[in-house]
Structures are given as C-alpha cells and as structure tokens.
C-alpha cells in the first residue's frame, strides 16, 4: 500500500510499527525525515510506537544518529521532522536540550517560545548542515540561563552557555573535532 499511502501523504511502516522499529530503531529517526521531506502525516499507530519506543534509539551509535539527524536539517523544510522528535521523545535520546527549549521567552506577553523560534529560525536558514545544526544550537543554553528580573525575562549568558552545550552534544554525536572549535 506504499503508493496509496504516498498519494495520501501518509506515512507508515511496511510492518507493523513496533516491529519495524524494533528491528532497527533508527528508523525511528528516519521517519521524521521523511515526515518534513516528503510533507507526509504520520499514522496514529506510528507515533504511539515511536513514542513506546524512543528509549530504544539508544542502541544506535551516535555516529548513525548523527548522520539521520544530518539528513533530516537538510530537507527543504526540516520543521515537521524536528517536532516529531520533539514530541515522541526521540529527542531526549540525543539532543535533551530540544525538549528543554520548550519554554515561553517572556511568560507575561506569551511570546513565542524558544523551541517554536529555534525551528523557525532553522527552517529559514539555508539548507546547509552547518548552517541548519549552528541554527538549531543557537539557543540551547537558554534554559539554563533564564531568570526573571524586573518584570522580564532574561537569558544572561545564554550564548556561552550555549556554546558549551552545542560543543558537548556534537562531541556525544561524534560530530568532528574540527567543527567544535571553530
């Protein structure tokens, strides 16, 4: 059914889920690029077994996480693929800070949160792995970093805070030496 499901811009597995996902879960992974480069809806049953399953991705070296994760910024719009990441906890498997970025910039006027502008931001950038990977790290040390004063929101540091942390989840990700201090 892979043609009729791809004219329903619908995404499934040819097995059942949990044991296609079993198999092998990166394909996890692979599903949400297929999510944003294809501009396909998962099914229901996909992402209740990708959600049961997300703590499995550990299983995976860091160096194939790595590259899907690399595949997948560089699709035209990476958007959908990086919240079904976000949002089945495959995320927290090997970039917990995505999660984290889950909060509003400035709680009293509801501005939109750092996760929303960090896709946003990677979306509009040029689809080049460094370029995406810099705009999807650019903010990961503002939840580390907020606190409220006077009123407002502050991120004080949140840049070499988050420098620290882009470089230690690229060296987890086996990104490079050469790319981490640059």
């Given amino acids: 059914g892979g043609a009729e499901d791809l004219a329903a811009n ?4 040819p097995l059942e889920p949990e044991v296609s996902f079993t198999d092998d879960p990166l394909r996890m992974l692979r599903a949400a690029r297929f999510l944003a480069g294809y501009g396909l809806e998962p099914d229901a049953e996909l992402v209740a077994a990708v959600k049961a399953n997300a703590h499995r991705l550990e299983i995976v070296s860091a160096e194939r996480i790595r590259d ?3 595949k997948l910024l560089v699709v035209e719009d990476p958007s959908a ?11 927290d498997i090997f970039l917990p800070e995505l999660a984290a970025m889950r ?9 939109k949160d750092v996760l929303a502008h960090t896709i946003a931001v990677t979306a509009k950038t040029q689809p080049e792995r460094l370029v995406r990977l810099a705009a999807l790290l650019h903010d990961v040390g503002k939840p580390k970093t907020r606190s409220f004063v006077d009123g407002g929101v502050t991120f004080h540091h ?25």
């Fill in 10 to 13: 619908r995404l499934r597995t």
């Fill in 68 to 70: 899907e994760l690399d």
């Fill in 81 to 91: 693929g990086l919240w079904f990441i976000v949002d089945t906890g495959l995320a």
């Fill in 103 to 111: 909060l509003e910039q400035d709680p009293i006027h509801h501005h």
């Fill in 158 to 182: 949140h840049e070499v805070v988050g420098a620290r942390i882009a470089r230690d989840r690229m060296q987890a990700l086996k990104y490079s030496s050469c790319l981490l201090y640059t």
